[in-house]
């Protein structure tokens, strides 16, 4: 059975490989791990015995290989203003795309 890593460890791992690709990149937080997970980038494997989610190695260099890009050049980021959607890449500086309504 393949190792499960915590949060903490979780970054830890992914924060080398960062560095190690991109020679010595900024470090992945814990915080970073979360919002991949709720991001959809990272899925919990399993519980710890604090119910704390645990993740496979392989499901996190995935999440770390899918959010890199990113991480190393924000300004191709998606911008965001505060409560709104995102921002079209066709929208003029500081407007904003309206809310879809389901």
Same mark, same amino acid.
């Given at each position: 059975?393949?190792?499960? =890593?915590?949060?903490?460890?979780?970054?830890?791992?992914?924060?080398?490989?960062?560095?190690?690709?991109?020679?010595?990149?900024?470090?992945?937080?814990?915080?970073?791990?979360?919002?991949?997970?709720?991001?959809?980038?990272?899925?919990?494997?399993?519980?710890?015995?604090?119910?704390?989610?645990? =993740?496979?190695?392989?499901?996190?260099?995935?999440?770390?290989?899918?959010?890199?890009?990113?991480?190393?050049?924000?300004?191709?980021?998606?911008?965001?203003?505060?409560?709104?959607?995102?921002?079209?890449?066709?929208?003029?500086?500081?407007?904003?795309?309206?809310?879809?309504?389901?």
């Amino acid at each position: 059975m393949t190792e499960l =890593y915590n949060g903490v460890q979780a970054a830890q791992l992914a924060t080398q490989w960062r560095r190690f690709v991109s020679a010595g990149a900024a470090a992945v937080t814990r915080s970073a791990i979360c919002n991949w997970r709720t991001r959809g980038h990272l899925r919990v494997a399993g519980l710890d015995e604090r119910g704390h989610p645990l =993740y496979d190695p392989v499901d996190l260099a995935r999440a770390e290989k899918a959010t890199r890009d990113i991480a190393l050049h924000p300004e191709r980021a998606t911008r965001r203003a505060p409560g709104t959607s995102a921002v079209s890449p066709s929208a003029s500086p500081g407007t904003t795309s309206a809310p879809t309504l389901h």
